[in-house]
């Protein structure tokens, strides 16, 4: 929460900020598949992530939905329930805002997608290794995978920034990292990780697509060539910079 610097305006805003168009369109497409899913049901089978109708090879059984290969993008689209899809959203607008300010919203919408469909393809895969029979013929719905995907980004830029855990504020690093683990046992679990498998997921991708940023070769010669002149306007004008050195690096963009 936090209260206007306007010296004639007594008012408080909550949370990162208004939300943007990009947000908005975002918040907006799950709030009317989930109200279609009410409507009609058949949504939740069609567009649902079936790993096994996916890829059809992993059993006779799923020769019927020979490759339905949408669902690894549509079903992070749907969700399973009022506070199902009320807890994601909020973490889309809650982690989102601020990171689509730094991002852009060209590369914000970029990395989202990647994460959320990259989430997917990851737990088709897992469902071909001999753990994850498990995973085959479930119906796996939900923008987890991007959305955590977008919390692991928050954790690099904003490490030390609090995040309320159950009832505890804890560092973002911190709070990932738990996520993280619970994601990780509950995936490897005989009864469980159905969903935590996409969750898991969802934070590997997002990982080394920031990594693969930092060490594209193109990208390293913008950031040298654009901190050379930034450089040289500073020392022209007179101006310094100043920050921690161990501020996060800000290429990752």
């Known amino acids: 929460m936090r209260r206007s610097s306007s010296p004639y305006v007594s008012s408080f805003s909550f949370g ?27 949504l939740t089978e069609v567009f649902g992530l079936h790993p096994a109708w996916v890829i059809p090879a992993l059993s006779t ?19 399973g329930g009022v506070f199902h899809i009320l807890f994601n959203m909020l973490a889309l607008w809650m982690f989102g805002a601020e990171l689509e300010r730094i991002w852009g919203t060209r590369y914000f919408l970029k990395f989202y997608f990647v994460t959320g469909i990259g989430a997917g393809v990851v737990t088709v895969i897992l469902s071909l290794l001999p753990f994850g029979g498990q995973l085959q013929y479930v119906n796996i719905i939900g923008a987890s995978g991007a959305i955590y995907g977008l919390l692991l980004a928050f954790a690099m830029y904003f490490p030390d920034r609090p995040i309320l855990l159950v009832v505890f504020p804890v560092p973002a690093k911190v709070a990932v990292t738990i996520l993280g683990a619970i994601a990780l046992f509950s995936s490897l679990s005989e009864s469980g990780g159905v969903a935590n498998a996409t969750h898991l997921s969802g934070l590997v991708v997002a990982y080394f697509f920031l990594k693969g940023a930092r060490l594209h070769p193109l990208a390293e010669v913008k950031y040298r060539y654009l901190k050379w002149k930034i450089n040289h306007v500073r020392k022209k004008f007179d101006v310094y910079s100043g920050g921690r050195a161990n501020d996060f690096d800000r290429r990752v963009h």
């Open 61 to 79: 059984r799923a020769a019927e939905h020979a490759f339905w290969l949408w669902q690894p993008a549509t079903y992070m689209f749907l969700h």
């Open 16 to 42: 990162p900020g208004p939300l943007s168009t990009t947000l908005k369109a975002l918040i907006g497409a799950n709030v009317v598949m989930f109200v279609a899913q009410a409507v009609f049901p058949v």
